[in-house]
């Protein structure tokens, strides 16, 4: 089947570096997304890999192993409107996404 | 980025009654659009999935004849929750897909939280 792994939460201080991780398992591969969620709210793009490697935008940072079904979201200089559920997704063989549960992050002061 | 709306942002309705959600791509054209429904602390669950002028491709156990999906345009696509139930409350988000060129992504509406009376 097809299944896609996150933290359930993580805490963290603010001006902190977090790293959440997602592993996937995916009958295909198209690109993998990450999502911010404020509750209450739609998820917003942040991040979208196809290729193996790093991508930098500004404080976050997504990283890609496709040979390893692996991805993580980095965020630096934490600030407390970080504080939000992150979801995975990737796109499988038919471009249907595919969802973690979405890791809840709390930012502490 | 690209901008994805959605009206209404809250409906309230009666039990019975049917309400329409339209979700427009403002400034880019979709080939796709989806549907997608969330129930608190979950993740979001597709419904299912529309291109431009065809039959919408519905996930298993969602009904079609409940929620009705229309795809006029490029740019506008419809859900229609018809004869609505309080277990039908939920939040409604629908999505666009881009392609072409450096883009290829899927944004998401800013979501309409349905209650039913």
């Known amino acids: 089947g097809q299944n896609i792994d996150q933290p359930t939460e993580m805490t963290a201080t603010e001006g902190a570096i977090v790293q959440i991780n997602c592993t996937y398992q995916?009958?295909?591969?198209?690109?993998l997304f990450w999502y911010q969620q404020h509750a209450g709210e739609a998820p917003t793009f942040l991040s979208y890999?196809?290729l193996d490697g790093l991508e930098e935008k500004g404080r976050f940072s997504s990283f890609l192993s496709r040979s390893k079904g692996y991805s993580y979201l980095l965020l630096k200089e934490l600030q407390m409107k970080d504080s939000a559920s992150y979801l995975c997704?990737?796109?499988?063989?038919?471009?249907?996404?595919?969802w973690g549960a979405g890791t809840k992050l709390i930012i502490k002061p | 980025g690209a901008v994805v709306s959605q009206h209404p942002s809250r409906v309230i309705c009666k039990s019975g009654t049917s309400v329409k959600i339209e979700c427009r791509s403002l400034d880019f054209q979709a080939t796709t659009m989806f549907w997608y429904r969330q129930f608190p602390k979950q993740s979001l669950m597709l419904m299912a999935t529309s291109n431009e002028g065809s039959k919408a491709t519905y996930e298993q156990g969602v009904e079609k004849d409940k929620f009705l999906i229309n795809h006029a345009s490029l740019t506008l696509s419809t859900l229609t929750v018809t004869s609505a139930h309080p277990e039908d409350s939920s939040f409604y988000i629908c999505?666009?897909?881009?392609?072409?060129?450096?883009?290829?992504?899927?944004?998401f509406g800013p979501g309409t939280r349905l209650t039913v009376l």
């Open positions: 995916t009958s295909g591969f198209n690109g």
């Open positions: 997704a990737v796109w499988d063989s038919n471009y249907q996404l595919i």
């Open positions: 890999n196809v």
């Open positions: 999505s666009a897909r881009t392609t072409g060129g450096d883009t290829d992504t899927q944004y």
